[in-house]
């Protein structure tokens, strides 16, 4: 072995030992990242998993993107029906599950035996726009009892006597009414199923307020409010159901429509306020209503400018939650129905009434930490 053979390979030894320190340090670093199971042990971000109604979807993802940057916290929220944000928060697969009806209570029952107590904490409020694909129709007038006949298979056309005599000098097209529905449980199909048994007698008995109703041999259920409201852009003639930001999302109209004071009004911000403001002055009575604090049917409200078909959305999970995730879990609640509620109106949302955010805060604090 040469000297200049014997210099190189004992720098390189020294080499090799000066940097297994820093070695160490990046392999430490990567397990950190990776090992990242959704709790804040290890140094890693605490992450929340969340999923359910597709009415609160936009607003959910906007809130992750700010609550990110604003506190270092990820919440994952998965949009696919609120049927399923309630069956996921009940069996813990979700940290909580957001529904635009509160639960019922069979639901509630079901949730007693796995978790215990459930609070159901609002967080948004909407209006429900009914879409339609009527080219050189650019205001349809429309009111509850003839939606209701419409999805019970009465109405048929679009040029039937019941629609032309609420839109007098528009001339309606012969052509067959298809009405589209959503395929899953779903919130929103509760909020104007809701609205409908309310306004029509008939709609009450035969098919009823539901998540997921049995409907009569009509149109076709789509998944999502956007599948809604994109299969009506894409058809002519169909009529549907869908939380505004799809409204305006896909550039499908929205009726107008006649609340119960006989006045005509568009699913707007101020609208969806002014049922609110009307609904919370009343208790509740009727379940699933009644079954829980906070929670207020928006439907066919007596005030003025009350748009009809209003709801609130609800971010359900248990009273009583793990230490790590209920204690973020409580901070971004907190954060929510507070500062949170100023990114609503942009997404053609309505932020909850300030004596109503007030008031929640302390629900909130009501939530238990185990340890």
Partial sequence: MTQSTDRVRRASALWMLASLPLIAGIIGLAGCKNSNNGGPSGGSATRLNGGGATFVDPIMQKWSAEYKKAKGVAIDYVKSGSGDG???????????????????????????????EVIHIPITMGAVAIVYNLPG?????????????????????????????????????????????????????FIFTDYLSKVSPEF????????????????????????????????????????????????????????????????????????AEAAMKVKPTEEPYSLHEFTFPLTDTDGEQAYPISGMS???????????????????????????????????????????????QKRIDQVELLK
């Fill in 86 to 116: 309630i069956k996921g928060m009940t069996n813990k697969t979700l940290d909580f599950g957001c529904s635009d009806a509160p639960m019922n209570k069979k639901e509630v029952e079901a949730a007693m035996k796995e978790g215990g």
């Fill in 137 to 189: 129709v650019e205001k349809l007038r429309l009111s509850g009892p003839v939606i209701a006949e419409i999805y019970m298979g009465k109405i048929k056309t679009w040029n039937d006597k019941a629609i032309a005599d609420l839109n007098p000098g528009v001339k309606l097209p012969d052509k067959q009414i298809v009405p589209v529905y959503r395929a899953e449980g779903s919130g929103t199909t």
């Fill in 204 to 275: 009450a008995k035969t098919i009823g307020a539901s998540k997921s109703p049995k409907w009569p041999n009509i149109g076709t259920g789509q998944s999502g409010s956007d599948g809604v409201a994109g299969h009506v852009k894409r058809n002519e003639g169909c009529i549907g159901y869908v939380e505004v930001f799809y409204s305006k999302s896909f550039e499908v109209p929205a009726a107008v429509l006649k609340n119960r004071k006989g006045n005509e009004v568009l699913p707007t911000a101020a609208a969806t306020t002014a049922a």
């Fill in 314 to 360: 609800f971010l359900i999970l248990y009273k009583k939650q793990p230490e790590d995730k209920g204690q973020a879990l409580k901070d971004f609640l907190h954060w929510a129905t507070t500062e949170g509620q100023k990114f609503a109106e942009e997404l053609s949302y309505a932020p909850l009434p300030e004596d109503l955010s007030k008031a929640l």
